[in-house]
């Protein structure tokens, strides 16, 4: 079983900045595939930025291209997601997520083996 714990989420001013960790334990970090979802409120979980397990490959969603960072340190077994110029849109509570299968670094909601509890990140207009 691993054990995914996030943190780093609060409240933030638009244009403002954010990082997000997301802590794994009880499993081998580096087989699998990382991931961030959020999920604001009245709406679906959707898919934030992926990255390949060396950490060489990394997949964003459009809406935050150029915005986001996602990086991975697999000696601390963690993963961060450095957030920039945020908007209300922005606005979600953030899951970390594991994905064990093949793929390299496509990451679905159905594909997905552990998640964490995830943490607010409120951005204020």
């Known amino acids: 079983q691993v054990q995914l714990v996030e943190s780093g989420g609060g409240l933030v001013q638009a244009g403002g900045s954010l990082r997000l960790s997301c802590a794994a334990s009880?499993?081998?970090?580096?087989?699998?595939?990382m991931a961030w979802f959020r999920q604001a409120p009245g709406k679906e979980r959707e898919f934030v930025p992926a990255?390949?397990?060396?950490?060489?490959?990394?997949a964003y969603a459009d809406s935050v291209k150029g915005r986001f960072a996602i990086v991975r340190d697999n000696a601390k077994s963690t993963m961060y997601l450095q957030m920039s110029s945020l908007n209300p849109e922005d606005t979600a509570v953030y899951y970390c997520?594991?994905?064990?299968?093949?793929?390299?670094?496509?990451?679905?909601?159905?594909?997905?083996?552990?998640w964490g509890q995830g943490t607010q990140v409120t951005v204020s207009s």
């Open positions: 990255i390949s397990r060396s950490g060489t490959g990394t």
């Open positions: 009880g499993g081998t970090f580096n087989n699998y595939i």
């Open positions: 997520a594991a994905d064990s299968s093949p793929s390299a670094v496509s990451v679905t909601i159905r594909n997905v083996d552990y």
